[in-house]
């Protein structure tokens, strides 16, 4: 439904069976006395780590982000055919003290094996021969995750987020009022490949993109195009994210862009700061691609 309909895979899940999978899950998990811990990681499987409960401990946030990882790493290399195209952050991989380049035979293996699975759920079986069976699936020297290596991830900071306002209305009433004009969207992101991404990634549910490499750039085109939204990150060549939050601040009020950063490694006062400066809203990495869409989708009912 999701690729026939071209819309997230989470608007796809609730129009299939009246909610996300998240919400499925809890509720599932609520009824069938699931243990705490597994609970937890239904719960929070799609958050950052600057947005789990502070009295979470170690071990459940070192559970929670080997999930994540695993989720991203399916979704971008096509294990399973199943979500939507995810961006697996060196981050996160840091976080965990896993180094990607060890993992290239084991996805490989993984997802020959899934293939091979296919049939006992109802799927057509594909040609996997020559498949070898998993063996040591994780490289020499990462075999376990102990808490005393998940001191990144406990340690994160705790910036200041903008939720997701409440939905007065259901996917289904969404998709009954499609828009006639799309947002144009600046991606300010030196990162090519993330750039790049994003590009494609919005181009394909209709939005028009401009991106930029750095900050100079980046006031350029605010000053000589219509810019709907920026998605801006703060660590940028010439002039940073803060620069051109300034810039822009000095401009006639009503005649600035909503404006979303997106960035790693921001310090809570820096979080704030971003906010002070004009910023409508702060949006840490790593982040799911289709968690940015939905709030992209949500705050152009308002500027359209």
Request: glycine share 6%.
């Amino acid at each position: 439904m999701a690729i026939a309909k071209s819309i997230p895979l989470s608007e796809a899940e609730t129009l299939a069976v009246g909610m996300n999978h998240v919400t499925l899950g809890e509720i599932w998990a609520g009824r069938s006395e699931v243990p705490h811990g597994f609970q937890q990681v239904m719960r929070y499987h799609h958050e950052p780590s600057c947005m789990l409960p502070e009295s979470m401990n170690m071990e459940m946030r070192a559970m929670i982000a080997v999930v994540q990882l695993a989720d991203l790493v399916c979704e971008s290399r096509a294990i399973g055919r199943g979500g939507d195209l995810g961006i697996v952050s060196s981050e996160l991989w840091r976080a965990l003290r896993l180094r990607e380049e060890g993992w290239s035979n084991q996805f490989e293996t993984i997802k020959q094996e899934i293939e091979a699975a296919r049939e006992i759920f109802g799927f057509p079986k594909e040609n996997v021969k020559g498949m070898q069976p998993i063996r040591n699936l994780m490289p020499k020297g990462e075999r376990e995750l102990v808490p005393g290596r998940q001191k990144t991830v406990v340690n994160a900071a705790r910036g200041r987020v903008i939720p997701f306002p409440p939905r007065n209305e259901s996917e289904v009433e969404m998709q009954k009022k499609p828009s006639t004009k799309k947002l144009t969207i600046l991606v300010v992101e030196d990162h090519g490949s993330l750039c790049e991404m994003l590009s494609l990634y919005f181009m394909r549910y209709g939005y028009h993109v401009r991106t930029a490499d750095n900050g100079e750039t980046a006031l350029e085109i605010l000053s000589n195009e219509e810019i709907d939204l920026v998605l801006l990150d703060l660590m940028l060549p010439r002039l940073d994210g803060f620069a051109v939050l300034k810039e822009l601040r000095e401009k006639p009020k009503g005649s600035t862009p909503y404006i979303i950063v997106v960035s790693a490694g921001a310090s809570a006062r820096d979080r704030n700061k971003v906010l002070e400066l004009g910023a409508n809203e702060y949006m840490p990495k790593p982040f799911h691609l289709m968690r940015l869409l939905e709030r992209i989708q949500t705050v152009e009912k308002y500027l359209l």
